[in-house]
């Protein structure tokens, strides 16, 4: 997979906290206890931009009133249609500039609305728990600590493309409890430390088809993430501002985004589907050498590597 490493850069400097998620019941993975987690991150079929997981525009959109559950809306320029909510957030923030030597307490008001219409950008990251291997892989949406632990990962030149299914590195969570308390659950915030398990590269798993069946799993970003049209996005923001709205999601919060914070946990949603193209399958176990066999598993994970890429 090819990685761009300036882009990535450039991300770093973009990550804040805030982001979000809802649980449907599916798969996935997140930390809830303090303890060390070792976990392998899989590749991603190779991104148009270079970046190494999925990222997507959501609007968590809270209550007004407390009354109604918050509506999520993807954004509709993941179909390449212009996006309502990106509209009316730029026209608040302009009424509020203008109404700023006038009426500062009405700017003031308009600015915290404007900022309730920031887009979370949710960083996609697909791992396979070590302690769980049969459970296959899940979709992990970190936090803003934890994305950028994981992309600056990416830069140390001792590590580079740790999802490299061949030559690629384990990764260590270390889970502790903070100074933080959170104001939804009044409980310490956890916080994560992600680094690698630096006793050697290995392979994703030393049988290519167990990795083959990985990868024709992986999370399916896209159902998980269906972006609403210009037309969704328009009817669930006006059901949304007249206090209207039913949506089934929660209003829970946690992962990487642009713009300010505005809560501190997460609960991320992930299905799973056929995602990669299918490998050849391996061949049937023979008596060999030990550079036989050695090479015979370098074709293998050659062969899945290019499928990814």
């Known amino acids: 997979m090819a990685i761009n490493i300036d882009l990535i850069r450039k991300r770093l400097a973009g990550i804040s906290n805030g982001g979000g998620g809802s649980s449907d019941g599916v798969k996935r993975w997140k930390y809830t206890t303090t303890g060390t987690y070792i976990l392998r991150v899989l590749p991603w079929p190779a991104q148009e931009d270079g970046m190494p997981f999925p990222e997507k525009n959501i609007y968590w959109l809270s209550s007004l009133d407390k009354t109604a559950r ?8 993941h179909i390449g249609q212009d996006d309502p909510i990106k509209e009316r957030r730029i026209e608040l923030f302009t009424e509020a500039k203008n109404l700023a030597e006038t009426d500062k307490t009405a700017a ?3 600015k915290d609305l404007a900022k309730l219409l920031n887009a979370r950008q949710e960083l996609c990251v ?8 049969e459970a296959g892989p899940m979709l992990w949406v970190p936090n803003f600590s934890d994305a950028a632990q994981l992309m600056n990962l990416f830069l140390e030149e001792d590590v580079g493309d740790y999802t490299d299914l061949k030559n690629g590195f384990d990764l260590k969570v270390t889970v502790l409890q903070s100074n933080k308390i959170s104001p939804h659950t009044g409980k310490p915030v ?4 992600v680094s690698c398990v630096m006793t050697g590269r290995s392979p994703a798993h030393k049988d290519p088809a167990v990795v083959k069946k990985w990868l024709e799993n992986l999370p399916d970003i896209e159902a998980i993430y269906k972006p609403d049209t210009r037309d969704q996005a328009l009817a669930k923001l006006e059901a949304w501002a007249n206090g209207t709205t039913t949506s089934p999601t929660k209003d829970v ?4 985004a642009r713009g300010p914070a505005v809560a501190d946990e997460e609960d991320d949603v992930v299905k799973t589907k ?3 193209a299918s490998a050849k399958k391996a061949a049937p176990a023979k008596k060999t ?3 036989a066999a050695a090479d015979a598993l370098d074709d293998a994970f050659d062969e899945l590597d290019s499928d990814i890429d």
């Not at 918050?70 to 320029?77: A, D, G, N, Q, T």
């Not at 919060?253 to 990487?256: A, M, V």
């Open 108 to 110: 003031k008001e308009l």
């Open 126 to 133: 697909a791992v396979v728990n070590r302690k769980d291997e």
């Open 274 to 276: 056929s995602a990669a």
């Open 70 to 77: 918050s509506v999520r809306i993807v954004s509709p320029e």
């Open 253 to 256: 919060r946690e992962g990487t």
């Open 289 to 291: 050498t030990p550079a």
């Open 190 to 193: 956890l916080e994560g430390k």
